[in-house]
T-cell receptor, first 114, second 109 residues
Framework: DAGITQSPRHKVTETGTPVTLRCHQT?????MYWYRQDPGHGLRLIHY???????DKGEVSDGYSVSRSKTEDFLLTLESATSSQTSVYFC?????????????FGQGTRLTVV | QKEVEQDPGPLSVPEGAIVSLNCTYS??????FMWYRQYSRKGPELLMY????GNKEDGRFTAQVDKSSKYISLFIRDSQPSDSATYLC?????????FGAGTILRVKS
């Protein structure tokens, strides 16, 4: 596996609580992504980063925020968790400049909001 | 309408069969076309990618792109039980990847 670590791997949280997921890379890749995966929807982009403190929204960004204060860490925060945010969250990294062709994925974080 | 459409399956085939997996897309701006494989409870891994229309072969796998029809395919020859996984097509828009829903493939021994 590429040097990507997601933490935690599993989490159960209550509706309305904030939750932070962490992605840590050891590859020094410029681009980092957060996706969520749900049955029937595949992987959908939440937010991505193209450098330290440089982030942008993806397809399903409502209710999520991100931060990247160091090259190696990309944090995803659910500001007030809802049941619709129950999902598997994947972090990915890429070194591609221009048009990305390959992204390396972490093992995923399984989040349940009750 | 989703930018990338993919039949989720599941697709069940006997060992040794030829498998055909397909995606259609609507955005003509997509430049590269990729296939990722995802085993259960793991992250996706890139299988192969193509740029232009035509075929690209890698061992038992062949990726085919028809830009005029906005249609891509992945063929698996001599399928093995170890090929059982979810196969996701993906296309890029700048530095972002757009994925299909994924097709679940089961190869029975």
């Amino acid at each position: 596996d590429a040097g990507i670590t997601q933490s935690p791997r599993h989490k159960v949280t209550e509706t309305g609580t904030p939750v932070t997921l962490r992605c840590h890379q050891t590859e020094n890749h410029r681009y980092m992504y957060w996706y969520r995966q749900d049955p029937g929807h595949g992987l959908r982009l939440i937010h991505y980063s193209y450098g330290v403190k440089d982030t942008d929204k993806g397809e399903v960004s409502d209710g999520y925020s991100v931060s990247r204060s160091k090259t190696e860490d990309f944090l995803l925060t659910l500001e007030s968790a809802t049941s619709s945010q129950t999902s598997v969250y994947f972090c990915a990294i890429s070194e591609s400049e221009g048009w990305v062709t390959e992204a390396f994925f972490g093992q995923g974080t399984r989040l349940t909001v009750v | 309408q989703k930018e990338v459409e993919q039949d989720p399956g599941p697709l069940s085939v006997p060992e040794g069969a030829i498998v055909s997996l397909n995606c259609t897309y609507s955005n003509s701006a997509f430049q590269y076309f990729m296939w990722y494989r995802q085993y259960s409870r793991k992250g996706p891994e890139l299988l192969m990618y193509t740029y232009s229309s035509g075929n690209k072969e890698d061992g038992r796998f062949t990726a085919q792109v028809d830009k005029s029809s906005k249609y891509i395919s992945l063929f698996i020859r001599d399928s093995q039980p170890s090929d059982s996984a979810t196969y996701l097509c993906a296309m890029n828009y700048g530095n972002k990847l757009v994925f299909g829903a994924g097709t679940i493939l089961r190869v029975k021994s």
